[in-house]
């Protein structure tokens, strides 16, 4: 995104908690979208159209010798959706930040690697409570985050305390959910040119810790996957197992390929992804979900439209529940 206006402040140091005659930037910068969206016959019609708006201050500055980053974002008119992240540069032994749900670091991370014009394949696409649509990650509010490059490899690690949560200062978060949870991503891109590759694991705590049930207290998360580009084509494939050991859990394995090209019109490019879900159920039938989306989108300058169409069959591992999402959309960043 482009900045709107960048403003000189020497008071950033103070605001967090640190005294620094250093000067600090403070940058804004924000977007918007508007989407046509047409579900499955089967649900509830009404007014297909809606925006998404977002801004986002980014601060940072020398605090006593150390690269400080401030960066907060609001969402939805400011709509009680924000997010926020502080983060300490120590140079050679890495970067350590505090992630308040921006998404800075862990598993989560790669999720979903296989490449795509737009949006995922799964995008849009209803789901059941409870169900993570076999995606790896236990949330990114209230948990600290390592990163640092190590032999080529970059490192993300995070680890949190209860459930993901956000909390003001001085102030603790409830829910069932005590134990520790610690996740982290490796990836690398210098294997062979045009291939990034990479793996995840994670123990994310669950509400076993408070249930007489014999379940495990955590949750086993485990993704890879790799991506190769060439002559403006970008090939993946992922896969991916997540551990439900909550009592009568259903573990979920997922694997995916992806396919998107950048075609010789400028700024146009097009994809097609398919992938499987495994439900792995206790008491039932092992049931898989399978999933298939295209997306055509077009760039030019600082505006997209895009065009995203996903289907699935088995939805959630229900037999012969199907569901279909078409968004239509534009976007402006500024």
């Known amino acids: 995104m482009n900045n709107l206006k960048k403003i000189g402040l020497s ?51 020398d605090v006593n010798g150390y690269e400080t980053t401030l960066l907060v974002t609001a969402a939805d008119q400011f709509g009680g959706m924000s997010s ?19 998404g800075a670091g862990g598993i989560s991370t790669i999720d979903d690697k296989t490449p795509s014009a737009n949006e995922e394949v799964w995008d849009g696409l209803d789901s059941a ?28 690690a995070q680890v949190g305390k209860g459930g993901s949560a956000a909390s003001t200062d001085d102030a603790t978060s409830g829910g069932a959910v005590s134990g520790t949870s610690w996740d982290f991503a490796l990836t690398n891109d210098t294997l062979a040119p045009g291939m990034n590759a990479g ?24 993704t890879a996957f790799v991506t190769y580009t060439v002559s403006g084509i970008s090939l993946g494939y992922q896969v991916a197992n997540r551990q439900d050991n909550t009592d009568g859990g259903a573990h979920e394995e997922s694997s995916g390929w992806g ?72 976007s402006l960043s500024f």
């Open 11 to 61: 008071a950033l140091a103070g605001s967090l908690v640190a005294v620094s005659a250093h000067a600090a930037e403070m940058s804004v910068s924000g977007s918007a979208k508007v989407t046509y969206r047409n579900g499955d016959s089967s649900e509830v019609t009404g007014n297909p159209y809606g925006m998404n708006t977002s801004i986002g201050f980014t601060g940072s500055g």
């Open 84 to 102: 926020a992240s502080l983060s300490v540069d120590l140079g050679d032994m890495g970067k350590v930040t505090f992630d308040q749900g921006v």
């Open 129 to 156: 409570t409870g169900d993570s649509n076999g995606l790896v990650g236990g949330g990114n509010s209230g948990v600290f985050v390592y990163a640092n490059t190590i032999m080529g490899s970059s490192l993300s």
């Open 199 to 222: 793996i995840g694991y994670g123990q994310i705590a669950n509400a076993n810790q408070n249930t007489a049930g014999g379940g495990d207290d955590t949750d086993e998360h485990m």
């Open 259 to 330: 396919v998107a090209y950048n075609t010789p019109v400028e700024g146009l490019s097009v994809s097609y992804g398919e992938r499987e879900i495994e439900f792995q159920k206790s008491a039932a039938a092992h049931i898989t979900e399978d999933q298939e989306g295209m997306a055509i989108a077009y760039t030019m300058g600082s505006a997209k439209i895009s065009l995203q169409n996903n289907e699935t069959s088995n939805n959630s591992g229900t037999a012969g529940s199907n569901d279909e999402n078409t968004e239509i959309a534009l």
